[in-house]
C-alpha cells in the first residue's frame, strides 16, 4: 500500500500508530496530530474452514503479520519508534484465543465470531429461558456469536485443557487481549488485559458493574482464572517491547466500537454504520445502558480512564460486502468486488428481485439460527444486472431494520449516518441507503475511521490531544447523499424486503440439518 505523508516535521510526540486487527488483515496506520494518515501498511491472513459453519483464524500468524504491518508503516513514514508518543488497538470481536501462560502458544486455532459451532451449546445453555437467559446482565442474546460460549467450547474439546485452564496455565482473550500481551512482553511479563468494549462482547461481563459475572461463568464452566483484568478503553496498560521498546499501550477498542470513536459520535443519538464483511451500526445512548426488546444489542461505546462509561445500542448485521464477495467468487458473475456498481447502476431498478444472505442464519434484528438465504421474485426478466442491484439493496434494506429497532428501543430518531468501511467507495449503494432511510448518509474525509479511534483514545490517554472537543474538530465530511425516493415507493419495496426475509426462516432444523 501507498504511503500518505503529510509532511509533518517529525518531532518526537507528534505521532500515533494504530493497530487495526480485523477478520482477514491486519494493517497499522500512522497517524499525526491534525488526525490525518502518514502511512499505512497491510497483510491478509489465512482463513481456515475446517467443517461447514466453522471459522477459524492462527493466532501465531496474526501476530506474525502485525508485527510485519507496525514495522512497514514506520519504514513507510520514515520514522522511528521513539517518535510515537502512543499506540493503540482496535480489533475483530468476538474471535477468540486461548494460549499457555509458559509457552506463549495458542492451545487450538482461534474461533472467529462468525463461526456457528457453538450452536447447540448455546441452546443447552438457554434451557427454558432461551436466548434471553443472560440479557438482563450482559446485553446480549445467547448466540453463537459471542466469546464466551467459544470459550467453554474449547475448554470441553481441548483435551486436558480445562484442568490446566483452572490451575491459572491457560490464558482468554479476544485478539486485543492476545496482541497487547504480546506487545508488552508476553511470556516475559506479559500484561493480561481486555477493555470493557471487548469484554462485554463475551457475554461474561455485567454491564453495570463492567466486571466478569461469577454466575455467568459458572453457568458456562469457565474457570475466573484464565480471563484478563478488564479496563478502560483508554489508558496506558504498558509498554511495548522489542521493535516498539518504550512505545505506550495506550488503547483497546473493539473494531465498532473504535469506529463510533473515530467517527465522533460522542453525543447521545449519534450514530455510525460501517459497512465491512458485516455491517455494524451503533447509535450513542449515553451513560445509560438501554435494554433492547427489537433484537439489537447493549453494548459499551467506550470508556475512557475513571470516566463513566457510555453505550451503545447495536445493529449486527452478519453478511452485507460478503454478500457481493460470494456474487463475485461463487456465481463468478463480476470479475472484481468494485464491478458490481458498474453493473447495478446499467439498470433503473432490482426488477423485482430481493437477495437476503441468511449464509448462516440471521443477526439484528432477528437472531434466527435456522434462517438461509433465499432469492426472492424472480421472473424470467430478471437478469444479472437486476440481481447485482438485489445483492446491493441487501446491504441497504438490513440497515433499515437496525434503524427501525433501534427507534422502537430508544425513540431516538436518527437524523443522519455517519458512514465508513470498504462499502462507501459505492455510491449506488450510499445512495440507495440514504433512499431506504429517508436521512442524509455522511462519508468523512478520513475513511480510516476504526484506526483513528483507536489512534485518538491512545492519544488522549497520553496527552497528544486535549479532550473530545479538540478531536471533533478533525471530523470533516467528504461526501453527502440525500434522500431522493419518494416515501410511498420507499415503503412499498420494504414491506417487499420484509416479505423476503420471512421467506429465509426455517431452513434448519433443531440438529442441524435441513428442514423437513
Known amino acids: 500500500m501507498t504511503s500518505q505523508h503529510t509532511g509533518t516535521d517529525g518531532a518526537a510526540g507528534t505521532y500515533v500508530a494504530a493497530i487495526d486487527q480485523g477478520t482477514t488483515s491486519s494493517r497499522c496506520i500512522v497517524f499525526d496530530r491534525a488526525g490525518a494518515v502518514v502511512a499505512v501498511d497491510q497483510r491478509e491472513h489465512r482463513q481456515i474452514f475446517p467443517r461447514p459453519g466453522w471459522v477459524e483464524h492462527d493466532a501465531t500468524e496474526i501476530w506474525a503479520k502485525v508485527q510485519d504491518v ?13 517518535q510515537l508518543s502512543a499506540l493503540g488497538i482496535t480489533n475483530q470481536r468476538e474471535t477468540t484465543v486461548l494460549w499457555d501462560r509458559a509457552t506463549g502458544r495458542p492451545v487450538h486455532h482461534a474461533v472467529v465470531w462468525q463461526d456457528t459451532r457453538t450452536d447447540r451449546l448455546c441452546a443447552e445453555l438457554g434451557g427454558a429461558a432461551g436466548q434471553d437467559r443472560f440479557r438482563e446482565t450482559t446485553g446480549l442474546p445467547l448466540a453463537s456469536y459471542f466469546s464466551g460460549p467459544k470459550a467453554a467450547w474449547l475448554l470441553d474439546e481441548v483435551p486436558g485443557l480445562r484442568a490446566r485452564a483452572e490451575r491459572g496455565e491457560i490464558a482468554f482473550g479476544t485478539v486485543d487481549s492476545w496482541l497487547i500481551w504480546n506487545l508488552t512482553g508476553g511470556t516475559d511479563g506479559g500484561v493480561h488485559i481486555t477493555d470493557v468494549t471487548n469484554a462485554s462482547r463475551t457475554l461474561l461481563m455485567d454491564l453495570t458493574t463492567l466486571q466478569w459475572d461469577p ?28 521493535p516498539l521498546a518504550g512505545v505506550p499501550v495506550a488503547s483497546a477498542l473493539g473494531d465498532q466500537q473504535a469506529a463510533v470513536f473515530g467517527q465522533t459520535c460522542y453525543g447521545v443519538g449519534e450514530a455510525k454504520n460501517t459497512y465491512g464483511t458485516g455491517s455494524f451500526l451503533l447509535l450513542n445512548t449515553g451513560h445509560r445502558p438501554v435494554a433492547s ?8 461505546g467506550y470508556q475512557l480512564g475513571g470516566e463513566a462509561p457510555v453505550y451503545c445500542l447495536e445493529g449486527s448485521i452478519a453478511i452485507t460486502g460478503a454478500l457481493v464477495q460470494w456474487f463475485r467468487d461463487q456465481l463468478g458473475l463480476i470479475g472484481s468486488a468494485a464491478e458490481i456498481e458498474e453493473l447495478a447502476a446499467s439498470v433503473p431498478d432490482n426488477g423485482g428481485a430481493y437477495v437476503v444472505p441468511a449464509f448462516s442464519g440471521l443477526f439484528a434484528p432477528y437472531w434466527r439460527a435456522d434462517a438461509r438465504g433465499v432469492i426472492t421474485g424472480l421472473t424470467g426478466y430478471v437478469t444479472k444486472a437486476h440481481l447485482a442491484r438485489a445483492v446491493l439493496e441487501a446491504t441497504s434494506w438490513q440497515t433499515r431494520e437496525v434503524v427501525d429497532a433501534m427507534y422502537q428501543d430508544s425513540g431516538v430518531r436518527i437524523t443522519r449516518l455517519k458512514a465508513d468501511g470498504g462499502m462507501t467507495a459505492n455510491s449506488l449503494l450510499m445512495q440507495h441507503q440514504a433512499d431506504v432511510l429517508g436521512v442524509p448518509v455522511i462519508r468523512p474525509v478520513v475513511p480510516e475511521t476504526t484506526c483513528l479511534g483507536a489512534a485518538y483514545a491512545a492519544g488522549l490517554a497520553t496527552g497528544v490531544w486535549r479532550d473530545l472537543d479538540e478531536l471533533r474538530s478533525h471530523w470533516q465530511p467528504d461526501t453527502e447523499w440525500t434522500p ?3 416515501a410511498a415507493d420507499r415503503e412499498r419495496e420494504y414491506g417487499n424486503w420484509r416479505r423476503a426475509v420471512e421467506r429465509s426462516f426455517g431452513w434448519l432444523a433443531a440438529d442441524g440439518g435441513a428442514a423437513s
Do not use: F
Not at 293 to 300: I, P, R, V
Open 70 to 82: 507496525v514495522a512497514g508503516a514506520l519504514a513507510r513514514a520514515g520514522l522511528r519508534a521513539d
Open 215 to 242: 454466575a455467568i461463568l459458572s453457568a458456562m464452566r469457565i474457570p475466573e482464572a484464565m480471563l484478563p483484568e478488564i479496563r478502560s478503553s483508554a489508558e496506558v496498560y504498558g509498554t511495548a517491547v522489542g
Open 293 to 300: 426488546k427489537h433484537g439489537l444489542l447493549t453494548t459499551l
Open 484 to 486: 431522493r425516493l419518494a
